[in-house]
Structure formats: structure tokens, C-alpha cells
């Protein structure tokens, strides 16, 4: 387990895997101001906050996280209103 304490670059980047994007994950950019990422498997929500944080240089409102039949971890970040997720997938060139 990765203590927030030292999150640094390299471990924000061991825990965020990539962005997900899907036609839900799409609605939720455009409507909830909300991004889609599949992330380490054994991490918690204080912790890919903080490497959110950390890698793209936003604020984070809220983590949901999601476990799939594929065994992968889905988390789903509401960005607080000041920040837009459109903007960060465009720069992340999902869109």
C-alpha cells in the first residue's frame, strides 16, 4: 500500500493506469463533470485521488470505484465545479 504522505509522479502513475472512454463514460465527461480511469487493483479512493491530483493537476470532489468482471478497477472522478472535465480530455486527447 502506497502512503499518501509520498506520493510522488512515478507512484501516481504506478496506481492511474488510463482514462476509459465509452459512451457512459462519454455522458458523464459532458454531463456530471466527471473522467473514467482503470487504476491499481489494491488502491483506495484517498489514494487515486491523490495521484489524480497529482498527475493532472485538478481538484477532486468525489471517488467512486467499481471493480469489473475483468478484474480491473474503474474509478470515476467528479471534478470540483471550478475544473472542467471536458477540458482534461481534451488534453488527455481522448476527444
Known sequence: ?????????E?????????????KAMNAIELENKLVFIVKQNTNK????KA?????????????TLNTMKNEKKAFI?????HN???LATDLQLI
Do not use: C
Open 85 to 87: 472535465a471536458m477540458d
Open 46 to 49: 484517498k489514494q487515486i485521488k
Open 78 to 82: 467528479k471534478l470540483k465545479p471550478d
Open 52 to 64: 489524480i491530483e497529482k498527475l493532472y493537476e485538478v481538484e477532486v470532489e468525489d471517488v467512486k
Open 1 to 9: 500500500m502506497i502512503k499518501m504522505k509520498e506520493m510522488t509522479t
Open 11 to 23: 507512484k501516481a502513475r504506478e496506481i492511474v493506469k488510463y482514462p476509459l472512454l465509452s459512451e
